[in-house]
């Protein structure tokens, strides 16, 4: 059973860095292929932020991401990363983690979530 413990959030003023970790318990190539993260602000819907495949050769990001956001991963110590660069008040929200199979087309898999409030 996969399970996604995220950590790493905490309060970081207008300009600066956090890396949020997703320690992914169980996984492996055929359930966690490719690790997405995702945030939601308050009020608003969950987004997208970025996504990861297995062998982290292939990365995605939304457009509020790209150019400011990295997410990385090692397969060895079953975590996925998100560096968060020159953060912006509007980056404020509740992060999460998710895992999607191979062959899959939905995220199945969701961690509880880390909260980044971004202060101006």
């Known amino acids: 059973q996969v399970q996604l413990v995220e950590s790493g959030g905490g309060l970081v003023q207008a300009g600066g860095s956090l890396r949020l970790s997703c320690a992914a318990s169980?996984?492996?190539?055929?359930?966690?292929?490719?690790m997405g993260w995702f945030r939601q602000a308050p009020g608003k819907e969950r987004e997208f932020v970025a996504s990861?495949?297995?062998?982290?050769?292939?990365?995605s990001y939304a457009d509020s991401a790209k150019g400011r956001f990295s997410a990385s991963r090692d397969n060895a110590k079953s975590t996925v990363y998100l560096q968060m660069s020159s953060l912006k008040p509007e980056d404020t929200a509740a992060y999460y983690c998710a895992a999607r199979g191979s062959g899959s087309s939905e995220y199945n898999i969701w961690g509880q979530g880390t909260q980044v409030p971004v202060s101006s």
């Open positions: 169980g996984c492996s190539l055929s359930n966690c292929y490719t």
């Open positions: 990861i495949n297995w062998t982290g050769g292939r990365t």
